[in-house]
């Protein structure tokens, strides 16, 4: 094959990876937008991730649309790493940082090969730790880690970002008002959150990712090579793939193709059928048509195999059982409840652990920016598992958006009529802050906005003495139990500045009883 | 305590015919204060303009090129039919008479307590106004200034620019039930202009409310008394709880507003603390017979 039809290879990888990229953000931004009929669409990307099927089959029920994963497991034994560099989006960013630092990468680098087999050692490890309930697949599955970052960090930074740059301007009285309202309107109607969301401790998350994204500046494709479960997954199919690159007599023993390839292997020195992205590089970089493309069964010797050695595999086993054992030999396992409330729908707590894979979906559907990533608050092996932190926002009675988006249903699919029955946990007054009680004057802003039809939050009027000794008639605040769904909304608009007066707490939550 | 059906259609026939009686008396019909328009009738737009009509018309209150901020209830995530929010038909009776008379620009916005774009969608408000050819505004957090209310209660308070900046400013409020302050009406809809930690303005409610109407011009008040939530407001959800009543009330007065809305609700104003705060600040009276209501039914 010429460099010239290696350049239009070249070209049409490139334009699917930013097709693909493109379709994955805008799905991930309308979530949080679009009708909720319509939002099951949106987790198109999580049902083609082999990864998700297996923490499915894992956790059940099984879910029909991860049968889906199957077609690109198929194509790979066809096309080897083609999902990698053709369609993963998380691939696409990585693919644009590493041209970033194109300059600046050495193009030689010594012998990786030890590198390069982490991935499969991590694959290793988290499916091993899968099997005894530690799910942690998601903390670097690239699906759920992209959706994480970007619902979590990337999203809400260039919200504020958009909205400090736009927001004066469209306001202003000058011409330039005139440019900038239809783009401010644009925004405001789909990039920009009503108001700024905000997320726990997401300068974490948000180091990671920029992390990944930067580490390509030191090596190509970083995260593809060393770190990628699924990546990994995919390169150990696509040995046995029909796809071959192949150098003909043509060559000049220049070395040409090894300038770009993703690896740093090209076909003539280093070729690793498990690490080639099918990018098309080395066959454009090559001068004299040497490289050409075959479809053929492998052989048995053909070609070299990289794969970790017996004893990584043993000793990521191991890594993998201790992985396991960790999270779930801490005293929080033992205890009756836990201090925190998961969304509507949520499985029970070990369930739950088991089916969310912490993409972070339910973060970016949730309109009142409720559901907030944990840190350590439900375990090691809860960790970015979604929260309901009513400090932040509540749960939207007329709404159901995180419970469509989960796309493992760790947040089962309900009906609206059934969500508004589904209890999260109840809420309860603290009688020392409330000003009803403590200060003895009139509230009832958890009563007003209390969204029970019958009114979970009532008020009756009481005697007593306020502050200052004088008998004073107040409409005292009082939450009955049986009514309440937790839905924290009381907590949330509560004027109190130093904490709220009124808590919800996972009391009487309805998944216990799933137990 | 939720009112007892019984006792609402009671009081109701009760404070509305004391409505009617005081102008069949001879020497008690000393009223002050602008008309008191109150019409009912099937259509919420047509009873809307009615109402506008019978006190005057929109083109004594909007001027050529105005820019006019028409302020509604929009608090909540639900529909029509649950009636926490305006009716989208009444504001689009006013949006046109406010074009015809003039206005240069409608804006229709207001700070909500449920997400701003559930609210402004589920309650069928900004499809109204967008279709009457207003301009749907969020609030921003980043347009609040600071404004003086010069209450004794409410001083200082945070308020979105938008609301200072327009001409006119026209306050379409639904009346409906409200845990703490009694009822909900056109004093109470001005929170909706403010930001800030609004809560904390629930203490003492009625001498909030009171400052706050006594603090801030409205050019019009019409209140959506259609559907009226008559219990488990001000966000109540249960259609049982929603009453037709096919009524709006119209004038440029604030708090006679609230008081024809209160009597037509079933309740004696004089019972509802920011009604009695208003009074005591002299903002108007507080007896329906002192003030010049004229009911009309089409």
Redesign the interface.
């Known amino acids: 094959m010429n460099a010239k039809k290696g350049k239009q290879w070249q070209r049409l990888r490139a334009a699917s990876q930013v097709l693909f990229s493109i379709l994955f953000f805008f799905l991930l931004l309308i979530s949080g937008r679009i009708a909720v009929e319509s939002l099951p669409h949106t987790g198109a990307f999580f049902y083609i991730d082999p990864l998700n099927l297996w923490v499915n089959a894992l956790a059940g029920p099984f879910l029909r649309p991860f049968l889906l994963a199957l077609v690109p497991l198929v194509l790979t034994l066809v096309l080897g790493r083609f999902f990698c560099g053709w369609i993963c989006p998380f691939g696409a960013l990585q693919q644009f940082f590493t041209w970033l630092g194109s300059r600046r990468v050495k193009k030689k680098i010594a012998s990786h090969h030890g590198a390069l087999r982490w991935k499969y050692i991590l694959l290793i490890v988290l499916l091993v730790a899968s099997l005894f309930a530690t799910q942690w697949l998601g903390w670097l599955d690239p699906f759920s880690l992209l959706t994480r970052s970007s619902s979590v960090t990337l999203f809400p930074g260039l919200n504020f970002l958009l909205q400090h740059a736009l927001e004066s301007g469209a306001n202003s009285q000058s011409l330039g008002s005139r440019i900038i309202k239809p783009l401010y309107d644009f925004s405001r109607a789909w990039l920009l959150s009503g108001t700024q969301r905000t997320f726990l401790l997401s300068f974490v998350i948000g180091a990671i990712f920029f992390g990944l994204l930067l580490l390509n500046l030191y090596r190509r494709r970083f995260f593809c090579n060393y770190l990628c479960p699924l990546g990994a997954l995919y390169g150990w199919l696509a040995k046995y793939s029909l796809f071959r690159l192949h150098v003909n007599p043509n060559c000049t023993q220049c070395n040409a193709c090894a300038g770009h390839c993703t690896y740093y292997g090209g076909p003539f020195t280093d070729y690793q059928k498990s690490e080639c992205l099918v990018c098309m590089n080395c066959v454009k970089d090559c001068p004299v048509a040497a490289i050409d493309v075959r479809w053929q069964l492998p052989k048995a010797g053909q070609v070299p195999a990289l794969a970790p050695r017996r004893r990584q595999i043993l000793s990521a086993v191991g890594c993998g059982l201790v992985a396991a054992a960790l999270p779930q030999i801490a005293a929080g396992k033992k205890t009756k409840g836990h201090p925190f409330i998961r969304p509507p729908g949520a499985a029970a707590e070990k369930d739950f652990l088991k089916k969310c894979i912490r993409c972070g979906a339910c973060m970016q559907a949730c309109p009142t920016n409720a559901i907030q990533p944990a840190l350590l608050q439900a375990g090691l092996d809860g960790l970015w598992t979604p929260l309901l932190a009513p400090s932040c926002g509540y749960c939207e009675y007329e709404c159901v958006r995180c419970t469509r988006v989960c796309p493992t249903h760790a947040l089962a699919s309900l009906a609206l009529e059934e969500k508004k029955q589904f209890k999260i946990g109840t809420a309860v007054i603290n009688r020392s802050t409330c000003y009803t009680y403590a200060d003895g004057h009139n509230c009832g802003v958890c009563e007003e906005h209390c969204p029970v039809p019958e009114k979970a939050i009532r008020l009756r009027e009481v005697e007593l003495y306020n502050f200052r000794g004088k008998l004073k008639k107040v409409k005292q605040v009082y939450v009955v139990p049986d009514l309440c769904i937790g839905c924290g909304i009381c907590e949330n608009v509560c004027p109190r500045t130093d904490a709220p007066a009124i808590v919800v707490g996972a009391e009487e939550e309805q998944r216990e009883a799933f137990y | 305590m939720p009112m007892k059906r019984r006792t609402f259609v009671k009081n109701g026939l009760l404070f509305s015919s004391a409505l009617t009686l005081p102008s069949l008396l001879p020497g008690q019909n000393k009223t002050s204060g602008p008309l008191v328009a109150q019409v009912q009738g099937d259509s919420p737009y047509e009873i809307a303009k009615r109402a506008i009509a019978m006190i005057g018309g929109m083109d004594k209150i909007v001027s050529r090129t105005d820019v006019v901020m028409v302020k509604p209830n929009i608090g909540w995530?639900?529909t029509v039919e649950q009636a926490a929010c305006t009716n989208p038909e009444v504001l689009r009776a006013v949006i046109e008479l406010a074009f015809a008379a003039g206005a240069k620009k409608v804006v229709v916005m207001d700070h909500t307590?449920?997400?701003?774009?559930?609210c402004y969608e589920?309650s069928g408000i900004a499809a109204m106004a967008k279709k009457a050819g207003a301009e749907v505004r969020?609030c921003?957090?980043?347009?609040l200034v600071s404004h003086d209310f010069h209450g004794d209660y409410l001083g200082k308070w945070p308020v979105f620019r938008d609301f200072l900046e327009v001409d006119k400013f026209i306050n379409v409020p639904i009346l409906k039930h409200?845990?703490?302050a009694g009822l909900t009406i056109a004093m109470k809809n001005l929170y909706g202009i403010l930001g800030g930690?609004?809560?904390?303005l629930?203490?003492?409610?009625g001498e909030n409310i009171a400052d706050l109407a006594n603090g801030f011009s409205n050019h019009l008040v019409l209140v959506d008394a259609f559907r009226v939530l008559t219990r488990?407001g001000?966000?109540?959800?249960?259609l049982s709880?929603v009453e037709l009543r096919k009524t709006v009330i119209a004038t440029t007065h604030i708090m006679h507003a609230d008081v024809a809305a209160a009597a037509l609700f079933g309740m004696n104003p004089g019972q509802l603390e920011f009604l009695q705060a208003a009074f005591n600040r002299k903002m108007g009276e507080i007896e329906t017979a002192r003030i010049p209501i004229q009911s009309l039914s089409i």
């Open positions: 995530n639900r307590c449920h997400t701003a774009e559930d589920r969020y921003d957090e980043n347009r409200h845990g703490s930690n609004r809560g904390k629930h203490g003492d409610m488990n001000p966000i109540g959800g249960r709880d």
